[in-house]
């Protein structure tokens, strides 16, 4: 039997790359272990092989068998959810990087192409690339004597993989100055599941965790005994846009709040033997302090199940945004060839009782799409302290925080990669700041970059243009164009000059980003938090709840009403979306 796990939202690869032999026996082991007739198995199975067989033979073109096979497989399965997936033995390696353990050897360092060309983009701390003095925007040229140049990033991440302890050369360019060789020794590269813990403002202990992969809730632990030798007032659990993990992590992590012998988790299939009920085991590291958990949409599977029990229990107020809504749990089980299957098994409650899950993957309309959970459908539970909880669509927060999207420009600016381009600039001719605290860029250094963007192409089209555009076609279609082609000039006009104006409409969103990129040319990913906090709006209601203890009482009681908190800026602007990462 395979490890219970949860995996999050399908935002990552898809992984269905069987063989034929493979593929085959997938489709007999999924099918034969759900059906009690033996004989429609077996005529299905007949069908199945003898389709193929004929197509093979016969078909006017040559076909690759083994893609036939897997289109077939893949179909199989998507017609039941998007993570009951099979794992060829090709791809076993990748797997467990990206949904078990983050281990590797390496030198710490991402890269990205473009242009043909392959550049690094995030440094990390402490392993062999920072040590060398790689840095952001530097350019790949060769590894091993390698020419980079035409391969894409899978091609580059292979080559700059290996054994720990290997040696591995590499030509590097830095702006116009002349490549230089670095010899580097690859060391067992693992990435945190906490990337940044420390105290923040109010005496506040923050602790950003990103995924539930091996050692997670060893991490947290680690770092809330560190925070509590300063004496915090209350402790600040960020989960935005952590897409899961590891069940039995989660469970872990909501122990180190509430006491031993409380439900967490259960999940329950058709299968009694799938059946199960997580409970604490341990004595609490910090039952008593306040406590907030920060969701938002991207925050799911593990995540939900953290929120949800210390939502349940009346132990944590969960601030920002509804989650993901997913209530699904996985597991993998083990097939020939050192490939696996994994199958949705269950579905987990949290202590309430309440179910999650936002999506109905059984119930799906005639073109097969997927619906909601429909409004009838859900039901009210109560919370350990009687407050009123739903199933059917996530967490809901306790205060909610509207999160509003970046303007198009910038959304723009960092697509294209100007802010990136910019940091660099800006790190190569600036001396390192005392702390990422004071990084605050002035209206000059604004105005600077303002100059840096003449000439650069970052042409995007607004929401109101796209309308406008859209108005233009319906009226040509319906003939009435001629009629509003005055109106539809000036107002086009209009829009043009307003649009000349964004870098100045927009100005404090674009320098949050900025300073973000900025920061982590010097502090890494430790500046990007530390840089962001000031902008964090989110972060700063979690502050002000927890230093308002009436309004704290009175949420946990059931007497506090949700409330919507101004205008939120997005965490870590200029970041790159975190991995779809499945729990183990």
Same mark, same amino acid.
């Given at each position: 039997m395979?490890?219970?796990?949860?995996?999050?939202?399908?935002?990552?690869?898809?992984?269905?790359?069987?063989?034929?032999?493979?593929?085959?026996?997938?489709?007999?082991?999924?099918?034969?272990?759900?059906?009690?007739?033996?004989?429609?198995?077996?005529?299905?199975?007949?069908?199945?092989?003898?389709?193929?067989?004929?197509?093979?033979?016969?078909?006017?073109?040559?076909?690759?068998?083994?893609?036939?096979?897997?289109?077939?497989?893949?179909?199989?399965?998507?017609?039941?959810?998007?993570?009951?997936?099979?794992?060829?033995?090709?791809?076993?390696?990748?797997?467990?990087?990206?949904? @078990?353990? *983050?281990?590797?050897?390496?030198?710490? $360092?991402? #890269?990205?192409?473009? !242009?043909?060309? =392959?550049? &690094?983009?995030? @440094?990390? *701390?402490?392993?062999?690339?920072?040590? $060398?003095? #790689?840095?952001?925007? !530097?350019?790949? =040229?060769? &590894?091993?004597?390698?020419?980079l140049a035409g391969k894409n990033n899978d091609q580059v991440s292979a080559l700059l993989k290996g054994s720990k302890g290997a040696g591995i050369k590499l030509l590097m360019k830095r702006d116009n100055e002349a490549p230089i060789e670095k010899n580097l020794v690859r060391d067992e590269i693992k990435q945190p599941n906490v990337v940044y813990s420390g105290m923040v403002d109010g005496n506040m202990g923050y602790i950003k965790l990103n995924k539930f992969l091996e050692n997670s809730a060893d991490e947290v632990t680690n770092s809330l005994i560190a925070l509590k030798k300063n004496n915090p007032n209350g402790i600040i659990l960020d989960l935005r846009s952590n897409g899961g993990g590891i069940l039995q992590e989660a469970v872990k992590i909501v122990n180190l709040f509430v006491g031993k012998d409380v439900t967490v988790v259960s999940q329950k299939g058709k299968i009694k033997e799938k059946n199960f009920t997580y409970n604490t085991v341990s004595t609490p590291v910090e039952p008593t302090l306040p406590l907030v958990v920060l969701v938002n949409s991207r925050s799911a599977s593990a995540s939900e199940i953290v929120a949800g029990a210390l939502q349940d229990l009346d132990r944590a107020i969960v601030i920002g945004q509804r989650s993901y809504g997913k209530g699904l749990v996985q597991q993998t089980f083990n097939l020939p060839y050192n490939s696996l299957v994994k199958i949705t098994v269950a579905k987990y409650y949290v202590p309430s009782g309440r179910c999650v899950q936002a999506l109905d993957y059984t119930h799906r309309k005639d073109d097969g799409s997927v619906?909601?959970?429909?409004?009838?459908?859900?039901?009210?539970?109560?919370?350990?302290?009687?407050?009123?909880?739903?199933?059917?669509?996530?967490?809901y927060p306790d205060i909610f925080v509207k999160q509003e999207r970046f303007a198009n420009v910038t959304q723009?600016?960092?697509?294209?990669?100007?802010?990136?381009?910019?940091?660099?600039?800006?790190?190569?001719?600036?001396?390192?700041?005392?702390?990422?605290?004071?990084?605050?860029?002035?209206?000059?250094?604004?105005?600077?970059?303002?100059?840096?963007?003449?000439?650069?192409?970052?042409?995007?089209?607004?929401?109101?243009?796209?309308?406008?555009?859209?108005?233009?076609?319906?009226?040509?279609?319906?003939?009435?164009?001629?009629?509003?082609?005055a109106e539809y000039d000036a107002l086009k006009t209009k829009l043009a000059a307003t649009k000349r104006n964004d870098l100045q409409l927009h100005k404090e969103e674009i320098k949050q980003v900025l300073e973000n990129e900025i920061a982590s040319r010097y502090f890494y990913e430790k500046g990007r938090y530390e840089t962001n906090f000031k902008y964090d709006k989110e972060l700063a209601q979690a502050i002000k709840t927890m230093q308002d203890k009436p309004q704290l009482a009175s949420i946990l009681k059931g007497e506090g009403n949700f409330k919507t908190i101004g205008k939120p800026v997005l965490a870590m602007a200029g970041k790159k979306e975190p991995k779809d990462t499945a729990d183990e």
């Amino acid at each position: 039997m395979g490890v219970r796990m949860l995996k999050d939202s399908k935002i990552g690869k898809n992984y269905r790359k069987p063989a034929i032999v493979a593929g085959m026996l997938v489709l007999a082991t999924v099918t034969w272990g759900f059906s009690d007739d033996l004989f429609q198995i077996s005529k299905n199975l007949d069908v199945f092989a003898s389709v193929y067989k004929e197509v093979n033979i016969n078909y006017v073109d040559d076909i690759n068998s083994a893609k036939l096979v897997k289109t077939g497989v893949d179909a199989m399965l998507d017609g039941l959810d998007p993570y009951t997936e099979f794992v060829p033995e090709s791809e076993i390696e990748e797997y467990k990087l990206h949904y @078990v353990s *983050t281990q590797y050897g390496g030198i710490g $360092a991402s #890269i990205f192409a473009r !242009d043909g060309k =392959v550049f &690094i983009s995030d @440094v990390a *701390t402490g392993f062999p690339a920072q040590k $060398a003095d #790689i840095r952001q925007g !530097d350019q790949l =040229v060769k &590894i091993n004597n390698i020419e980079l140049a035409g391969k894409n990033n899978d091609q580059v991440s292979a080559l700059l993989k290996g054994s720990k302890g290997a040696g591995i050369k590499l030509l590097m360019k830095r702006d116009n100055e002349a490549p230089i060789e670095k010899n580097l020794v690859r060391d067992e590269i693992k990435q945190p599941n906490v990337v940044y813990s420390g105290m923040v403002d109010g005496n506040m202990g923050y602790i950003k965790l990103n995924k539930f992969l091996e050692n997670s809730a060893d991490e947290v632990t680690n770092s809330l005994i560190a925070l509590k030798k300063n004496n915090p007032n209350g402790i600040i659990l960020d989960l935005r846009s952590n897409g899961g993990g590891i069940l039995q992590e989660a469970v872990k992590i909501v122990n180190l709040f509430v006491g031993k012998d409380v439900t967490v988790v259960s999940q329950k299939g058709k299968i009694k033997e799938k059946n199960f009920t997580y409970n604490t085991v341990s004595t609490p590291v910090e039952p008593t302090l306040p406590l907030v958990v920060l969701v938002n949409s991207r925050s799911a599977s593990a995540s939900e199940i953290v929120a949800g029990a210390l939502q349940d229990l009346d132990r944590a107020i969960v601030i920002g945004q509804r989650s993901y809504g997913k209530g699904l749990v996985q597991q993998t089980f083990n097939l020939p060839y050192n490939s696996l299957v994994k199958i949705t098994v269950a579905k987990y409650y949290v202590p309430s009782g309440r179910c999650v899950q936002a999506l109905d993957y059984t119930h799906r309309k005639d073109d097969g799409s997927v619906i909601k959970v429909a409004d009838s459908l859900i039901h009210e539970y109560k919370t350990k302290n009687g407050r009123s909880v739903y199933d059917g669509s996530g967490i809901y927060p306790d205060i909610f925080v509207k999160q509003e999207r970046f303007a198009n420009v910038t959304q723009t600016l960092v697509s294209k990669l100007l802010i990136f381009d910019y940091a660099t600039q800006y790190r190569n001719t600036h001396p390192k700041p005392i702390e990422p605290k004071q990084i605050i860029l002035t209206d000059a250094e604004y105005n600077d970059f303002v100059k840096y963007l003449a000439g650069k192409n970052y042409t995007y089209s607004t929401v109101t243009e796209k309308l406008l555009t859209t108005l233009k076609t319906e009226a040509t279609r319906e003939k009435q164009y001629a009629e509003i082609q005055a109106e539809y000039d000036a107002l086009k006009t209009k829009l043009a000059a307003t649009k000349r104006n964004d870098l100045q409409l927009h100005k404090e969103e674009i320098k949050q980003v900025l300073e973000n990129e900025i920061a982590s040319r010097y502090f890494y990913e430790k500046g990007r938090y530390e840089t962001n906090f000031k902008y964090d709006k989110e972060l700063a209601q979690a502050i002000k709840t927890m230093q308002d203890k009436p309004q704290l009482a009175s949420i946990l009681k059931g007497e506090g009403n949700f409330k919507t908190i101004g205008k939120p800026v997005l965490a870590m602007a200029g970041k790159k979306e975190p991995k779809d990462t499945a729990d183990e």
